[in-house]
């Protein structure tokens, strides 16, 4: 069956670098792109960009152009999530996602001096 | 960027009764005769699960009593008859055009 296996949570400094990963399985890596969606405490729901693990093409949303690195290791059918110098405002879920049908189950991230 | 404006914003219905939930884009999300336009539930502490997708195609698993209708801009997800599990957030989602933005979320209570 299809599963994204998100990283755990991470506390990190303001300005210090983060990743988190998202493992696929149960199907065809290369096949999907792969989405990042942030949702801050108690907000709705945003859309960061995704990536296309065959050639590794990205769209990304504006608002996120400075902030997100996408990634992908087709070796270990792995996305990452890259973000720089992250601030109170980044403290949210990140959550990948295949397309619109599948989705890991959120890596919680907290910005904390 | 095609802004999803949902509502209500929250909405209180009773058990067996009919819930409806409105999504408008500010431009259309159709292209190649099909409506990029997707539903997905979301109870907290959980991810997001897709209930609808392209409109009116119901996601494998998800029971018949949820149902989406619309076109172009204006789009209804219906719940119908709602069951005491179905207490959750709402979100609509346009992929028709980057960015890929959502609804503000409705909020359904069951009483």
């Known amino acids: 069956q299809v599963q994204l296996q998100q990283s755990g949570p991470q506390l990190v400094r303001p300005g210090a670098s983060v990743k988190m990963s998202c493992k696929a399985s149960?199907?065809?890596?290369?096949?999907?792109?792969m989405h990042w969606v942030k949702q801050r405490p108690g907000q709705g729901l945003e859309w960061i960009g995704m990536?296309?693990?065959?050639?590794?093409?990205?769209t990304l949303n504006q608002r996120f152009k400075d902030k997100a690195t996408l990634t992908v290791d087709k070796s270990s059918s792995t996305a990452y999530m890259q973000l720089s110098s992250p601030t109170s405002e980044d403290s949210a879920v990140y959550y990948c996602?295949?397309?619109?049908?599948?989705w890991g189950q959120g890596t919680t991230l907290t910005v904390s001096s | 960027d095609i802004v999803l404006t949902q509502s209500p914003g929250s909405l209180a219905v009773s058990l067996g009764q009919r819930a409806t939930i409105s999504c408008r884009a500010s431009?259309?999300?159709?292209?190649?005769?099909?409506?990029?336009m997707h539903w997905y539930q979301q109870k907290p502490g959980q991810p997001p699960k897709l209930l609808i997708y392209?409109?009116?195609n119901l996601e494998s698993g998800i029971p018949a009593r949820f149902s989406g209708s619309g076109s172009r801009t204006d789009f209804t997800l219906t719940i119908n008859p709602v069951e005491a599990d179905d207490a959750a957030t709402y979100y609509c989602?346009?992929?028709?055009?980057?960015?890929?933005?959502f609804g503000g979320g409705t909020k359904l209570e069951i009483k």
């Open positions: 996602a295949r397309k619109t049908d599948y």
């Open positions: 149960g199907y065809s890596f290369t096949s999907y792109w």
């Open positions: 990536i296309d693990p065959s050639d590794n093409e990205t």
């Open positions: 431009e259309s999300v159709e292209s190649y005769g099909n409506s990029f």
């Open positions: 392209r409109a009116s």
């Open positions: 989602q346009q992929s028709n055009e980057d960015p890929y933005t």
